[in-house]
């Protein structure tokens, strides 16, 4: 569904609208089972009434050990690239992708983190802020699973509770035979259901799942945008009957407390 509005700033690519709410990995491991967008959202973007949730940048951040594949994952869906040489990243890094999202421009800030223990305090500077929280670890290395607890940990503590939408990802799929995927992946659901995050496999190399991936972090992202916009304004609107309160007081015996202290000035 192409919006009837011109859209603001550059067009986005094809691959980068969403109309229709973007499927889960697993549902065993998700964060909404719903297969549509919320109600009020699909309202609110019918009639354009989304606020400034178009105009905002929504802050994703990609943490994890060094080697595991953020950088990787987040080339192959910002640039389509894939490099078999490992460059480690050196501090932070990010790249900005512009959605459609129902019709409604939006975008993703995607904070690429170093995975090596000499950067991580540069690195948690970034943290802060952030609407999703991507923990990755390696399918072919399951301490790089153990190890996103306390990556999850630093995060967190950077942001107010509650705030962020949690995803764990394990990365390099293409490397495991389909029996030692699915083993990996039990480990990998048991985890994310208790760090209350959404799993996902997906392969940079191939591709595999990064598109969906990525969909799925801007539709749960766009979604709690439009629906946070809609309570600040309901909120900031002055309710009905919120006028002047006509204060019908029964005729209380004066006392010396209750009467209204004289403005100075007056008889
Ligand atoms: N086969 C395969 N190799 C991958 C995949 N993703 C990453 N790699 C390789 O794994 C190595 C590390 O990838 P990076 O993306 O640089 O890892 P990183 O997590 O960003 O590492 P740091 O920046 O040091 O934290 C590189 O040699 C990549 O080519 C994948 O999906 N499949
Ligand atoms: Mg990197």
């Given at each position: 569904m192409r919006s009837s509005v011109m859209p603001l700033g550059p067009t986005v690519s094809r691959d980068r609208i969403i109309t229709s709410f973007p499927k889960w990995y697993t549902p065993a491991a998700c964060?909404?089972?719903?297969?549509?967008?919320?109600g009020q959202v699909s309202a609110a973007c019918q009639h354009r009434n989304t606020g400034t949730v178009g105009l905002k940048l929504s802050k994703v951040v990609v943490v994890g050990d060094?080697?595991?594949?953020k950088t990787s994952l987040i080339h192959r869906f910002c640039k389509n690239v894939f490099d078999r040489d490992y460059k480690a990243t050196i501090g932070v890094d990010f790249e900005m992708e512009r959605f459609e999202v129902a019709g409604i421009p939006f975008s993703l800030q995607i904070w690429d983190t170093a995975g090596q223990e000499k950067f991580k305090c540069i690195a948690s500077a970034?943290?802060?802020?952030?609407q999703v929280i991507i923990t990755a670890f390696d399918l072919t290395d399951m301490q790089t699973l153990e190890h996103t607890r306390q990556w999850l940990e630093d995060a967190l503590r950077e942001n107010e509770p509650g705030t962020c939408f949690l995803f764990l990802v394990g990365t390099?799929?293409?490397?495991?035979s389909g029996a030692a995927c699915e083993q990996a992946e039990v480990e990998a659901v048991r985890l994310a259901n208790e760090m209350q995050a959404e799993y996902w496999s997906v392969s940079a190399?191939?591709?595999?799942n990064v598109k969906a991936f990525f969909s799925r972090v801007a539709a749960l992202a766009f979604e709690h945008s439009v629906l946070q916009d809609l309570e600040r304004r309901s909120s900031a609107r002055p309710q009905?009957?919120?006028?002047?309160?006509i204060r019908m007081e029964e005729?209380?015996?004066?006392t010396q407390d209750s009467k209204r202290p004289s403005s100075p000035g007056c008889c």
């Open positions: 964060l909404q089972l719903r297969e549509h967008f919320h060094l080697y595991v594949g970034y943290y802060r802020g952030a390099k799929k293409d490397l495991l190399k191939t591709g595999e009905v009957g919120d006028g002047d309160i005729h209380l015996p004066e």
